[in-house]
């Protein structure tokens, strides 16, 4: 049975309504993916596929981690409504990016953990990114930088790559932070290795290490609150 326009209109502003007032608490998982398709999806009723990529992916985190070609292999999701999932997922990764530059964040562990689940937990394969942070312990402008893209198994990663970009940004600290895609945030030997390898390089030009962390899905760990480091 179709909808009637004026009734998917009515149903859109009343999701709309609710959104303003009470933001995604007043909403549920599927409403909010729902809200987010009226705006690349306008002539169409779109809670059946809303529900649909939900059931799909099994998680909404998982719907908004999923590659571009995946989503639009959904009948009904196009171009348009695929970025818009996908804009979703990097704009809140740059707004946590931006807020850790007006506080300290060697004092703040948390923001950096919720930071790199966020930019890494729902990756399929492993991503090795140095946060460069000031004297004052504030994440520099445009302070994160991807240094290796690997397999799910292994990422290279070369010391003099971390040294040359603080050395570039003028940078007085790094925290380090890579990925365990489908695994667990145990440190392996090699993680441990590659860690002392920097921590190494990173002292012989005066740049002190202050972490590193593993992000497994939900999962961080961090290397100084385990005494790795």
């Not at 690997?150 to 600290?173: F, I």
Request: charge should be neutral; proline fraction near 3%.
């Amino acid at each position: 049975m179709r909808t009637d326009p004026d009734d998917r209109a009515g149903h859109r502003e009343r999701l709309r309504a609710r959104f303003l007032k009470s933001g995604l608490e007043g909403l549920a998982e599927y409403e909010a993916v729902e809200l987010l398709l009226t705006l690349a999806i306008p002539r169409r009723d779109v809670k059946p596929l809303a529900k649909a990529l939900l059931a799909r992916f099994g998680s909404l985190r998982a719907l908004l981690d999923a590659p571009a070609e995946e989503l639009q292999a959904v009948e009904g999701i196009g171009v348009s409504a695929a970025v818009a999932l996908r804009l979703v997922r990097d704009l809140a990764g740059l707004y946590l990016c931006r807020s850790l530059e007006t506080r300290e964040v060697v004092s703040d562990p948390g923001s950096l953990a919720q930071l790199w689940r966020a930019r890494l937990g729902g990756l399929r394969h492993e991503v090795f990114e140095v946060a460069y942070l000031d004297a004052g312990g504030h994440l520099l402008r445009d302070g994160i930088e991807t240094i290796e893209e690997g397999s799910v198994t292994y990422a290279a990663v070369y010391p003099r790559r971390v040294v040359e970009g603080a050395l570039k940004r003028g940078a007085a600290a790094v925290v380090l932070a890579h990925n365990h895609p489908g695994g667990s945030a145990h440190p392996s030997e090699e993680d441990q290795a590659v860690t002392r390898r920097l921590v190494e390089a990173a002292a012989a030009v005066e740049v002190r290490v202050i972490d590193h962390l593993i992000v497994a899905g939900e999962q961080v760990l961090s290397f100084r609150a385990r005494g790795l480091l």
